[in-house]
């Protein structure tokens, strides 16, 4: 999608610093890190929010879940991380692009703020 910042770096017109990737799933680290780790996992394909996902995209979604997991263990957190996705703008979305932060190496609150 033109002017999709996650987009472009799924395409590598902008970069990052990749930690997995497979054909339908890029991770990177977050640029502005709230947590020691803290990656991004897109899919390549845009979607705006899990909100506009149709059923059809279920697989893709349970694609981005399990790979978290291989990130996870990855980088060594397995045993503890939060995957969180912010759904509209009242929730934090700052990116249109479906994304799950991945975060872990400290203490994580409840409730989230
Ligand atoms: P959101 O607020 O949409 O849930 O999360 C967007 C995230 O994308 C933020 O944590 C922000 O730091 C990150 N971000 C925004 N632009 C870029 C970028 O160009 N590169 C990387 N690596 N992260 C970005
Ligand atoms: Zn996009």
Redesign the pocket.
């Known amino acids: 999608m033109a002017d999709c910042?996650f987009c472009k770096?799924a395409s590598g017109e902008?970069n990052?610093k990749v930690v997995y990737e497979d054909e339908d799933t890029l991770a990177?680290?977050?640029?502005?890190p709230q947590a020691p780790t803290h990656v991004?996992i897109i899919p390549r394909r845009h979607i705006d929010r899990l909100s506009t996902a149709a059923d059809s995209d279920a697989e893709l979604l349970g694609k981005l879940q399990l790979a978290a997991v291989k990130i996870a263990k990855r980088l060594n957190v397995e045993s503890g991380f939060r995957l969180v996705t912010?759904n509209g703008k009242a929730a934090?979305?700052?990116?249109d692009h479906i994304?799950y932060?991945l975060l872990a190496g400290r203490k994580m609150l409840w409730p989230p703020g």
């Open positions: 910042i770096i902008i990052s990177f680290l977050d640029l502005n991004l912010n934090g979305q700052a990116v994304h932060h």
